[in-house]
C-alpha cells in the first residue's frame, strides 16, 4: 500500500512539474498543442500547461544586435564607398517570428542583413559621395529603419535602429585619392617655394641697388668735403705763404724731409746742392 502511495505521489509531482513552467523577465514564450500553436506572447512569470499534450518554446525579447561585414555601395556618381553599419532589432510577434523563421535568430539575422543592404544600396545610389559624407547620414538611417520596418514586421520583428559606423573610400581609391592630393600639395609648394625665390631676388636686387646709390652719394659727399677741405688747406697754405715765405718755404721742407725719411732704412740719392737740401746747407754754414 505504502508503495502504491508512494508511486502515485511521484506521479502527481512528475505530471505537476511537467504542468508548469517559467517565463523569465528578458523572455517571450509561445505554447504548442502536437506542434500547433495555441498561444504566444506569454509574459514573463509562472505558466501551466497541460503535460505530454502541450510543449512551450521561449524566446529572447530583448534587443539584438546584428553588426555586418563592411560593403561596397555604388553611389549616385558611380563612385564606390566601403561602408560599415550595423542593426538594432527585436522580436516584436513572435508568432510570426517562429512561423517565418522558425524561431531561428541567425537566420533573422541573414535575412536582416539583405533587407538592410538593399535599403543601403538605394539611399546610396540616388546620392553623391559629398552628401552622404556631409551631412545625409542621419538622414538615410532614419530612411533604411523605416523602410526596412515595413518589410521585417512580417517576420514579427521590430528594426529598432540603424547605424552606419564608417563610411570609407576603398583602399585601392583612397591611395588613388592620397597621390593626387600630395601630387597636388607638392604643386602648391613649389608655387610658393617659386614666388619666395621670386620676392627674395627682388630684395636682393632692391638691396644692392640701394647699396650702390648709398656708397655713390656717401662717395660723392666725400669729395666734396675732400675738395673743400682741399680749398680751405690752399687758402691757408696761401695766406701762409704771403705772410712769410721763407718760413713756409723752411715749413713745407721739414714736411718733405719727414716723409722721404720716415723709415730708418731709407736712403735717397742726391746732390747736395739743389733746393732739396738748401736748409741743411744753410745750417751748415
Do not use: C
Not at 585619392?177 to 630684395?203: F, H, I, K, P, T
Not at 720716415?262 to 732739396?276: E, G
Amino acid at each position: 500500500m505504502k508503495a502504491i502511495i508512494g508511486l502515485f505521489i511521484a506521479a502527481v509531482l512528475f505530471i505537476g512539474s511537467n504542468a508548469l513552467f517559467v517565463v523569465n523577465q528578458w523572455e517571450t514564450g509561445v505554447v504548442f498543442r502536437l506542434g500547433e500553436i495555441v498561444k504566444s506572447d506569454l509574459e514573463p512569470g509562472l505558466h501551466l500547461k497541460t503535460p505530454f499534450i502541450n510543449n512551450v518554446r521561449t524566446f529572447d525579447r530583448r534587443i539584438q544586435t546584428m553588426d555586418s561585414q563592411p560593403e561596397r555601395y555604388l553611389t549616385g556618381e558611380l563612385k564606390n564607398l566601403e561602408v560599415d553599419s550595423y542593426v538594432k532589432w527585436r522580436v516584436s510577434n513572435v508568432e510570426r517570428f517562429y512561423t517565418a523563421m522558425g524561431g531561428d535568430f541567425t537566420l533573422a539575422n541573414q535575412r536582416l542583413s539583405q533587407i538592410v543592404k538593399d535599403g543601403l544600396r538605394a539611399q546610396f545610389g540616388s546620392r553623391t559621395v559629398q552628401q552622404v559624407v556631409s551631412g545625409d547620414r542621419v538622414e538615410v538611417a532614419e530612411n533604411i529603419t523605416r523602410l526596412a520596418n515595413v518589410e521585417a514586421a512580417q517576420f514579427g520583428i521590430d528594426i529598432v535602429d540603424v547605424r552606419i559606423k564608417r563610411i570609407d573610400l576603398p583602399r585601392d581609391i583612397s591611395d588613388s585619392v592620397y597621390r593626387r592630393m600630395e601630387a597636388e600639395r607638392n604643386r602648391v609648394a613649389a608655387d610658393l617655394r617659386s614666388l619666395g625665390a621670386e620676392a627674395a631676388e627682388r630684395l636682393r636686387a632692391d638691396a644692392d641697388r640701394q647699396r650702390t646709390v648709398t656708397i655713390a652719394e656717401a662717395y660723392r659727399e666725400a669729395e666734396q668735403t675732400r675738395g673743400e677741405g682741399d680749398g680751405l688747406a690752399a687758402q691757408i697754405y696761401s695766406k701762409a705763404y704771403g705772410a712769410d715765405k721763407e718760413f713756409f718755404s723752411f715749413y713745407q721742407s721739414l714736411n718733405a724731409y719727414q716723409e722721404s725719411f720716415s723709415n730708418k732704412s731709407d736712403m735717397i740719392v742726391l746732390d747736395p746742392s739743389t733746393d732739396f737740401f738748401k736748409h741743411f746747407n744753410r745750417s751748415s754754414n
